[in-house]
């Protein structure tokens, strides 16, 4: 197996400087964390378990771990150092279930049947007054909406620990999804962003207004707050939303960034960071994504605060779960059965940026790379577009399962 650097540097002549609150952090020193609070708290437990300083070693990655003796249910998302080094792989602790319920979705479809591996949306979901109809009622089901959000909830014996991974485009969507399931986001420990796009990160604001999230941790990547815009040839640039940190920690969250992979929740799971980029055939987006680099505007292909979680099943293999896979989900599948040194991906879930005519060529050699992995279940929503889930139904027809706002796929030992 190769090295694996947990810090990358960033190649000679790239500008890896990005923006938070519209303005440019030219200074990449990290912020020197708050003396109170549970990152604090983290800090005496890692000494308390004889945590090393990995950027002491050279060439060993920062792999995360997390402390096993505080009682709060907050410190299950909080990453923290472990000793390892660099050819050894990530020691990804198997669990015995992980159910992955899609919050948000780009479609929602009532009439689709349950099975031993999915379970629908009852078709009772969300009930609203309607004084038109006799009894004053009527079933709305649940919102799709251009957006991505995953409910992460992963058992280990008889301790179930509940992730938030993505929340959706609009502020309400996700939240509003959650309340017509019956699902209390007063549950959630911790907060995962698969990267910074708008259409990820819209439903932190409704999440921080229905529940109390002072002290709920965040795992991001540190280029998560760059500023973007899309500039098609011929037409006005349009900027996209950009995360603000500065509001996101005024509101309560614990904002964690980490580029390298972190392991939470015991061990079990696995946040891969910066992913490497290997295949031939995914070269990311188009030149109309642009990035603000500080002096200008440059081309960002690789959308490098793209991350993916991967949980084990106990002899069964890895779970991957994806927000847009703009790191290509070839390179993601491959680089978490790198990382963890496990040889069987048993399933892949989320979304595969594999929409629109600049994808189209990719479809067919990605296709074939996860014909080739043979998962047990693929369940490709959002971005991932209607060719692609055409050509994956066609070429894997006993995995492949449509994706819809309120769906929860259990994977089980």
């Known amino acids: 197996m190769v090295a694996i650097r947990a810090e990358r540097q960033p190649p000679e002549g790239r500008n ?22 549970p990152l604090a708290r983290l800090r005496r437990c890692s000494r308390r378990v004889g945590a090393v300083d990995l950027r002491a070693k050279a060439r060993r990655p920062r792999v995360r771990s997390m402390c096993d003796d505080d009682a709060s249910g907050l410190r299950a998302a909080f990453p923290r150092p472990v000793a390892g080094v ?22 929602f479809d009532a009439l689709l049947a349950s099975d031993d591996r999915v379970r629908r949306a009852p078709i009772g979901a969300g009930l609203v007054e309607a004084p ?48 017509r399931l019956g699902i209390d986001l007063g549950d959630v420990q911790g907060v995962v962003l698969s990267h910074g796009h708008f259409d990820h990160a819209g439903g932190l ?17 540190p280029l998560v707050w760059t500023r973007r815009r899309l500039a098609p040839p011929g037409l006005d640039p ?58 200008g505007w440059r081309h960002d292909p690789l959308v490098l605060d793209d991350q993916a979680l991967v949980v084990q099943v106990r002899d069964r293999g890895l779970v991957v779960l994806t927000g847009c896979g703009h790191a290509g989900v070839v390179n993601i599948a491959r680089h978490a059965l790198r ?75």
Request: charged residues 20%; glycine residues 10%; hydrophobic residues 40%.
């Open 16 to 37: 890896d400087d990005h923006a938070v609150d519209g303005g440019v952090v030219g200074d990449r020193r990290r912020r020197a964390p708050s003396s109170v609070g």
């Open 86 to 107: 660099a050819f050894d792989p990530v020691s990804l602790v198997p669990v015995d279930e992980v159910v992955v319920t899609t919050l948000v979705d780009n479609t």
């Open 132 to 179: 038109q109809f006799e009894d004053g009622l009527t079933t709305v089901g649940l919102r799709a909406e251009h957006g991505f959000s995953a409910l992460v909830q992963v058992r280990r014996g008889d301790a179930v620990t509940t992730l938030l991974f993505d929340t959706g485009v609009s502020p309400d969507g996700m939240v509003s999804n959650a309340e």
């Open 205 to 221: 604001a409704g999440l921080a207004g229905r529940r109390g999230v002072r002290g709920l941790p965040m795992t991001v990547h």
């Open 238 to 295: 349009s900027p996209l939303p950009t995360l603000s940190r500065r509001a996101l920690e005024s509101e309560g969250f614990e904002v964690i960034e980490r580029r390298s992979p972190s392991l939470l929740v015991d061990g079990s799971v696995l946040i891969t960071g910066e992913i490497d980029r290997t295949t031939d055939f995914e070269r990311g987006m188009p030149r109309a994504h642009q990035a603000w680099d500080g002096a």
């Open 339 to 413: 990382l963890t040194g496990v040889d069987r991906l048993h399933a892949l879930i989320g979304g595969l940026h594999l929409s629109g005519t600049a994808f189209e060529p990719v479809i067919a050699p990605t296709v074939s790379a996860l014909t080739d992995m043979a998962p047990d279940l693929v369940a490709s929503g959002h971005c991932s577009g209607w060719r692609a889930q055409q050509a994956l139904a066609t070429a894997l027809p006993e995995a492949w399962v449509p994706s819809s706002s309120g769906t929860s796929f259990r994977l089980a030992a």
